[in-house]
């Protein structure tokens, strides 16, 4: 059963080739999956560094296509806020979008009223703004994401993450704990819902993630091949993927597409040098 009550009746979508997926970004089973590595961990360290990055490069990135005004909610990781979430706001503001953050404090988990509360702000957005919301999630933040468009496909526009564990066993993570203790809930072998919440959204759908991720195992972040879900590999850490001009780039050109008409991402020239899909 979805963590989130139903929202409408899901309609189908429209179908678009299919595209080959490298098997190096083809998910693992389960088992085969560990947490990442301490070494990994420590390079969690250069996160301040992406965010001067990304300072630098805020002439170049205001020069990103313009957004269409549809509203955009965003989604923190597990034990952050919306402090977190700033800085893209404020770029995906300066493109032209309608952004909103979740506005429940720190993200501890599924508590109780968080889900009935994501929930009322798509709607919310969704009759405000006569458009479909694009809902951003960043870490567990992508887990709401992505479960909410399953819920209420005909609200959402698109789904783009950023090194969420959407697929494998949570305690490929090396934040499982943390999660136990700040949700006070327990991590379980519970296979209907790790198979419900490996499914994608029937909506466009786009993973951002990195291989030298040190709190989330790189293959908990992969969709597998469909015509409306793809991957995208960034060099980054977990904690600045949210601050990194390289993600950020790739988000936004994901946001600009106009509705109805996505197509999965195509790093060409000197971009290719930056992505791997």
Same mark, same amino acid.
């Given at each position: 059963?979805?963590?989130?009550?139903?929202?409408?009746?899901?309609?189908?979508?429209?179908?678009?080739?299919?595209?080959?997926?490298p098997t190096d970004h083809a998910?693992? #089973?389960?088992?085969?999956?560990? =947490? +990442?590595?301490?070494? %990994? @961990?420590?390079?969690? !360290?250069? &996160?301040?560094?992406?965010?001067?990055?990304?300072?630098?490069?805020?002439?170049?990135?205001?020069?990103?296509?313009?957004?269409?005004g549809h509203p955009v909610l965003?989604?923190?990781?597990?034990? #952050?806020?919306?402090?977190?979430? =700033? +800085?893209?706001?404020? %770029? @995906?503001?300066?493109? !032209?979008? &309608?952004?909103?953050?979740?506005?429940?404090?720190?993200?501890?988990?599924?508590?109780?009223?968080?889900?009935?509360?994501?929930?009322?702000?798509?709607?919310?957005?969704?009759r405000r703004h006569h458009r479909?919301?694009?809902?951003?999630?960043?870490?567990?933040?992508?887990?709401?994401?992505?479960?909410? &468009?399953?819920?209420?496909?005909?609200?959402?526009?698109?789904?783009?993450?950023?090194?969420?564990?959407?697929?494998?066993?949570?305690?490929?993570?090396?934040?499982?704990?943390?999660?136990?203790?700040?949700?006070?809930?327990?991590?379980?072998?519970?296979?209907?819902?790790?198979?419900?919440?490996?499914? &994608?959204?029937?909506?466009?759908?786009?993973?951002?993630?990195?291989?030298?991720?040190?709190?989330?195992?790189?293959?908990?972040?992969?969709?597998?091949?469909?015509?409306?879900?793809?991957?995208?590999?960034?060099?980054?850490?977990?904690?600045?993927?949210?601050?990194?001009?390289?993600?950020?780039?790739?988000?936004?050109?994901?946001?600009?597409?106009?509705?109805?008409?996505?197509?999965?991402?195509?790093?060409?020239?000197?971009?290719?040098?930056?992505?791997?899909?």
């Amino acid at each position: 059963m979805s963590p989130f009550p139903a929202c409408m009746p899901a309609s189908r979508s429209p179908r678009l080739p299919r595209r080959p997926t490298p098997t190096d970004h083809a998910p693992a #089973a389960a088992h085969d999956l560990r =947490a +990442p590595n301490a070494w %990994l @961990l420590m390079l969690e !360290g250069r &996160a301040p560094w992406e965010y001067a990055a990304l300072l630098a490069t805020l002439p170049w990135m205001k020069k990103l296509p313009q957004g269409d005004g549809h509203p955009v909610l965003v989604f923190p990781g597990l034990g #952050a806020n919306d402090l977190t979430t =700033a +800085p893209l706001r404020a %770029l @995906l503001d300066s493109l !032209g979008y &309608a952004t909103q953050p979740w506005q429940q404090g720190f993200n501890f988990g599924p508590r109780a009223g968080v889900l009935e509360q994501c929930r009322a702000h798509l709607e919310d957005l969704h009759r405000r703004h006569h458009r479909k919301v694009s809902l951003i999630g960043w870490s567990l933040g992508g887990i709401y994401a992505r479960e909410l &468009a399953k819920e209420c496909p005909e609200l959402t526009r698109c789904v783009v993450t950023l090194g969420t564990p959407f697929t494998g066993h949570p305690r490929a993570t090396n934040a499982w704990r943390f999660f136990e203790m700040v949700s006070g809930q327990t991590v379980a072998d519970d296979h209907d819902l790790l198979a419900q919440i490996r499914q &994608a959204p029937p909506v466009p759908t786009t993973s951002i993630y990195s291989k030298t991720d040190g709190v989330v195992a790189w293959r908990c972040s992969v969709n597998e091949p469909s015509p409306l879900a793809e991957n995208i590999e960034v060099q980054a850490s977990h904690i600045g993927l949210g601050v990194n001009p390289i993600a950020l780039y790739a988000l936004a050109d994901r946001l600009a597409q106009p509705e109805g008409q996505w197509q999965p991402f195509e790093p060409k020239g000197a971009r290719r040098w930056f992505y791997k899909t």
